[in-house]
C-alpha cells in the first residue's frame, strides 16, 4: 500500500490563511481551504491531513509566515 504525499501551499495573512493541497504530484489542487489564522485550527488541519500521508508545506516569506514556522509542532515540514 502506498502512502500519499501532500504538497500544501500557505497564503498567510493576518486573520486568515488560504492553504492549497496537492496529492502526490496531480497538477491541480484536491482541495483549496480559507481557514481563520488560528494555530489550534491549523494545527488540527493538518494533523488531519498527515494521517492519511506525509505533509510537505511552503509559505510566503513573510512575517505572518514566519510566526506558522515558529509555532509548528508535529509531522509538518515546512519548506
Given at each position: 500500500?502506498?502512502?500519499s504525499m501532500?504538497?500544501v501551499g500557505?497564503d498567510v495573512h493576518?486573520?486568515?490563511?488560504?492553504i492549497?493541497?496537492?496529492?502526490n504530484?496531480?497538477p491541480?489542487?484536491?482541495r483549496v481551504?480559507r481557514?481563520?489564522n488560528?494555530?489550534k485550527?491549523l494545527?488540527?488541519?493538518?494533523?488531519?491531513?498527515?494521517a492519511?500521508?506525509?505533509?510537505?508545506?511552503c509559505?510566503?516569506?513573510?512575517?505572518?509566515?514566519?510566526?506558522?514556522q515558529?509555532?509548528?509542532?508535529g509531522?509538518?515540514t515546512?519548506?
Amino acid at each position: 500500500m502506498s502512502t500519499s504525499m501532500f504538497s500544501v501551499g500557505l497564503d498567510v495573512h493576518k486573520d486568515s490563511v488560504t492553504i492549497a493541497v496537492l496529492r502526490n504530484r496531480d497538477p491541480e489542487p484536491m482541495r483549496v481551504d480559507r481557514l481563520p489564522n488560528d494555530h489550534k485550527k491549523l494545527r488540527r488541519y493538518f494533523e488531519r491531513l498527515a494521517a492519511e500521508g506525509s505533509v510537505r508545506a511552503c509559505y510566503e516569506a513573510s512575517g505572518a509566515g514566519y510566526v506558522l514556522q515558529c509555532a509548528k509542532e508535529g509531522p509538518l515540514t515546512l519548506l
